[in-house]
């Protein structure tokens, strides 16, 4: 059965982080927050995974409660859905909103990050861009958001 999941996530800027998209570190002034690394693109394709199989949340498999979490590397926590999803990924699509820095000179190493830990091939994952205009906590620089769809093979 071809199943399709939405996944969407955001974090504010810190300075002192690294600023990590799909597994990626990008040069920046500062990071995202958050108890794990905060990677805001991963989180948003794990949660799309998730629904798709049906699975909960993020939330529910990773609490900011659980000490086991706290710095969590998230390319490790979406490898570890992926080999407990009981369904193969076909692919994913996803859009990381923010003003700065420009995404365009990084997609291709993130698509690739993306797809060595998803299991499929490069073209099988899209990773695109957009601002905020100016409008709202994206637009005025404050933080980044990120939405995936992620569609699956679920044998169930």
């Not at 690394?37 to 995974?49: F, G, R």
């Not at 797809?115 to 205009?133: F, M, Q, R």
């Not at 404050?142 to 699956?152: D, F, K, L, N, Q």
Request: proline share 5%; no cysteine.
């Amino acid at each position: 059965m071809i199943r399709t999941g939405i996944g969407l996530d955001t974090h504010r800027f810190e300075p002192g982080r690294p600023l990590i998209l799909g597994g990626v570190q990008i040069p920046h002034d500062q990071g995202l927050a958050g108890y794990s690394d905060a990677d805001v693109l991963a989180h948003a394709v794990i949660d799309a995974l998730l629904g798709a199989a049906g699975r909960g949340d993020i939330g529910e498999h990773f609490p900011d409660t659980d000490p086991r979490y706290a710095g969590a590397d998230s390319l490790a926590l979406l490898r570890d859905v992926v080999a407990e999803l009981g369904a193969t990924v076909v692919n994913v699509d996803a859009t990381v909103m923010m003003e700065r820095p420009k995404l365009g000179p990084h997609k291709a190493a993130i698509r690739a990050s993306l797809a060595a830990v998803l299991g499929i091939a490069e073209h099988a994952v899209n990773v695109k861009a957009t601002t905020g205009e100016g409008m709202g906590f994206v637009g005025r620089g404050e933080g980044v958001a990120a939405i995936a769809v992620a569609t699956v093979d679920d044998p169930a």
